[in-house]
Nanobody, 121 residues
Framework: VQLQASGGGLVQPGGSLRLSCAASGITLNNYAMGWFRQAPGKEREFVVG????????SYADSVKGRFTISRDNNKNTVYLQMNSLKPEDTAVYYC???????????????WGLGTQVTVSS
Protein backbone atom coordinates (compact mmCIF):
# COMPACT_ATOMS: atom_id res chain seq x y z
CA VAL A 1 0.00 0.00 0.00
CA GLN A 2 1.31 3.40 -0.91
CA LEU A 3 -0.08 6.91 -0.66
CA GLN A 4 1.79 9.45 -2.72
CA ALA A 5 1.19 13.10 -1.86
CA SER A 6 2.24 15.70 -4.40
CA GLY A 7 1.53 19.23 -5.54
CA GLY A 8 3.30 21.20 -2.88
CA GLY A 9 5.54 24.14 -3.59
CA LEU A 10 6.24 27.80 -2.96
CA VAL A 11 3.33 30.19 -3.31
CA GLN A 12 2.74 33.81 -2.39
CA PRO A 13 0.23 34.78 0.26
CA GLY A 14 -3.24 34.79 -1.22
CA GLY A 15 -2.30 32.18 -3.79
CA SER A 16 -3.61 28.69 -4.37
CA LEU A 17 -2.29 25.16 -4.59
CA ARG A 18 -3.91 21.81 -5.18
CA LEU A 19 -2.42 18.81 -3.44
CA SER A 20 -3.00 15.29 -4.69
CA CYS A 21 -2.89 12.00 -2.85
CA ALA A 22 -2.71 9.03 -5.20
CA ALA A 23 -3.09 5.53 -3.84
CA SER A 24 -1.84 2.15 -4.90
CA GLY A 25 -2.71 -1.12 -3.24
CA ILE A 26 -6.00 0.16 -1.80
CA THR A 27 -9.19 1.63 -3.17
CA LEU A 28 -9.58 5.03 -1.58
CA ASN A 29 -13.37 5.20 -1.78
CA ASN A 30 -13.43 2.37 0.77
CA TYR A 31 -11.60 4.55 3.27
CA ALA A 32 -12.07 7.72 5.18
CA MET A 33 -9.41 10.20 4.12
CA GLY A 34 -7.61 12.85 6.04
CA TRP A 35 -5.13 15.62 5.37
CA PHE A 36 -2.80 16.65 8.17
CA ARG A 37 0.04 19.12 8.31
CA GLN A 38 3.12 19.70 10.41
CA ALA A 39 4.89 23.01 10.63
CA PRO A 40 8.50 23.30 11.83
CA GLY A 41 8.69 22.91 15.58
CA LYS A 42 5.02 22.06 15.91
CA GLU A 43 2.99 18.90 16.29
CA ARG A 44 1.16 17.42 13.37
CA GLU A 45 -2.36 18.80 13.16
CA PHE A 46 -5.58 17.79 11.45
CA VAL A 47 -6.62 19.83 8.43
CA VAL A 48 -9.60 18.09 6.87
CA GLY A 49 -11.30 14.71 6.69
CA UNK A 50 -13.66 13.05 4.25
CA UNK A 51 -15.88 10.07 4.97
CA UNK A 52 -16.15 7.06 2.72
CA UNK A 53 -19.45 8.27 1.31
CA UNK A 54 -17.68 11.36 0.00
CA UNK A 55 -20.33 13.72 1.29
CA UNK A 56 -19.40 14.33 4.89
CA UNK A 57 -16.35 16.39 5.66
CA SER A 58 -14.72 17.91 8.69
CA TYR A 59 -12.48 20.95 8.52
CA ALA A 60 -10.17 22.54 11.04
CA ASP A 61 -11.40 26.02 11.92
CA SER A 62 -8.20 27.56 10.58
CA VAL A 63 -8.90 26.38 7.03
CA LYS A 64 -12.69 26.55 6.78
CA GLY A 65 -13.81 28.45 3.73
CA ARG A 66 -10.35 28.27 2.16
CA PHE A 67 -9.57 24.57 1.75
CA THR A 68 -11.67 21.93 0.04
CA ILE A 69 -11.18 18.17 0.01
CA SER A 70 -12.47 16.06 -2.84
CA ARG A 71 -12.13 12.58 -4.22
CA ASP A 72 -11.85 11.19 -7.76
CA ASN A 73 -12.69 7.52 -7.54
CA ASN A 74 -11.75 6.86 -11.16
CA LYS A 75 -8.23 8.07 -10.47
CA ASN A 76 -8.10 6.64 -6.95
CA THR A 77 -6.93 10.05 -5.82
CA VAL A 78 -7.92 12.56 -3.17
CA TYR A 79 -7.29 16.27 -3.57
CA LEU A 80 -6.87 19.22 -1.27
CA GLN A 81 -7.62 22.53 -2.95
CA MET A 82 -6.07 25.33 -0.93
CA ASN A 83 -7.06 28.91 -1.65
CA SER A 84 -6.24 32.22 0.00
CA LEU A 85 -3.09 30.72 1.43
CA LYS A 86 -1.45 32.37 4.41
CA PRO A 87 2.12 32.18 5.72
CA GLU A 88 0.80 30.18 8.68
CA ASP A 89 -0.29 27.46 6.26
CA THR A 90 3.37 26.66 5.65
CA ALA A 91 3.93 23.03 6.60
CA VAL A 92 4.51 19.54 5.31
CA TYR A 93 1.13 18.16 4.30
CA TYR A 94 0.31 14.48 4.73
CA CYS A 95 -2.59 12.43 3.44
CA UNK A 96 -3.91 9.45 5.34
CA UNK A 97 -6.48 6.68 4.85
CA UNK A 98 -8.35 4.85 7.56
CA UNK A 99 -11.51 3.18 8.76
CA UNK A 100 -13.21 6.33 9.97
CA UNK A 101 -12.89 10.07 9.79
CA UNK A 102 -11.04 11.55 12.73
CA UNK A 103 -9.01 14.56 13.72
CA UNK A 104 -6.59 12.22 15.49
CA UNK A 105 -3.85 10.11 13.95
CA UNK A 106 -4.98 6.83 15.45
CA UNK A 107 -7.81 5.77 13.13
CA UNK A 108 -5.69 6.22 10.02
CA UNK A 109 -3.91 3.09 8.85
CA UNK A 110 -1.97 4.40 5.88
CA TRP A 111 0.07 7.58 5.50
CA GLY A 112 1.78 9.31 2.62
CA LEU A 113 5.28 10.75 2.95
CA GLY A 114 4.17 14.35 2.77
CA THR A 115 4.61 17.30 0.47
CA GLN A 116 6.04 20.68 1.46
CA VAL A 117 3.90 23.79 1.16
CA THR A 118 5.61 27.14 1.69
CA VAL A 119 3.63 30.36 1.67
CA SER A 120 5.92 33.33 1.46
CA SER A 121 6.44 36.55 -0.45
Amino acid sequence: VQLQASGGGLVQPGGSLRLSCAASGITLNNYAMGWFRQAPGKEREFVVGLRQNGFITSYADSVKGRFTISRDNNKNTVYLQMNSLKPEDTAVYYCAAGARISSRDGPYDYWGLGTQVTVSS
